[in-house]
């Protein structure tokens, strides 16, 4: 069974600030796939980016990269310069067994940007 | 544009009431899945399906059914077993295969509530 643990349950960050979410996440599968989402105060869902367990390089996707490190089993979201809009419930989950097996979803962090 | 609907919005159930949320998806997406969430909480997995006419039961599947007769469409049904129905129920969607260009799309949800 996996497991995605996110220790954080609230963080602050000034405006214009770099903020990094912690993930860690626990699986027996050698190949698998690591998510984050972002779930703002009106409750969907939007999916930021994607790191598969054999990528060479760190996930980025604009101002999101994904910090991965396959030995210690973390995979920690990195917002670059915070605008107040990043204010929202982030997301890390985990599919294992190559992509077909259903989600894991950790508990969440929520993060307010201070302007 | 392509997207999931849930429908309705908000719901609301009197005692020993079955209810059923309504999800459609014209992503061509093969898997559905239904989450539930608790104020300040992960989602956790309620049902999924892969194919039409084929579903599994998630972490949490007591005292809820679904049924997937089209492959657009995979209404979660509430039942009077459920004694603590009261969340927030997301519906997804997503290929077989999760992957990097490959995430959950989520529906808005649908807010259930005790009368």
């Known amino acids: 069974a996996q497991k995605i643990t996110q220790t954080q349950p609230g963080m602050f960050v000034q405006e214009k600030e770099a903020v990094t979410l912690d993930c860690t996440y626990d699986t027996s599968d ?3 796939g690591l998510f984050w989402y972002k779930q703002p105060s009106s409750g969907e869902m939007i999916f930021l980016i994607y790191q598969g367990s054999y990528d ?9 990269s994904l910090n991965f490190q396959k030995a210690r089993k973390s995979a920690n ?7 107040l809009g990043d204010s929202a419930m982030y997301f890390c989950a ?3 067994s190559g992509g077909y097996q259903k989600v894991t979803f950790g508990t969440g962090t929520k993060l307010q940007v201070i302007p | 544009d392509g997207g999931i609907t849930q429908s309705p919005k908000y719901l609301f159930r009197k005692e020993g009431q079955n209810v059923t949320l309504s999800c459609e998806q014209n992503l061509n997406h093969d898997a559905m899945y239904w989450y539930r969430q608790d104020p300040g909480q992960g989602l956790r997995l309620i049902y999924y399906s892969q194919i039409v006419n084929d579903f599994q039961k998630g972490d949490i599947a007591e005292g809820y059914s679904v049924s997937r007769e089209k492959k657009e469409s995979f209404p979660l049904t509430v039942t009077s077993a459920q004694k603590n ?3 927030f129920y997301l519906c997804a969607s997503s290929f077989r295969r999760q992957g990097r260009n490959q ?3 989520f529906g808005d949800g649908t807010r259930l509530s005790i009368l």
């Open chain 2, 85 to 87: 129905p009261t969340a």
């Open chain 1, 77 to 83: 979201l990195v917002i670059s310069a915070s605008q």
């Open chain 1, 94 to 96: 985990m599919n294992p």
């Open chain 1, 56 to 64: 060479q390089q760190n996930a980025t996707e604009g101002r999101y």
């Open chain 2, 103 to 105: 995430p959950q799309h």
């Open chain 1, 30 to 32: 050698p190949s698998y």
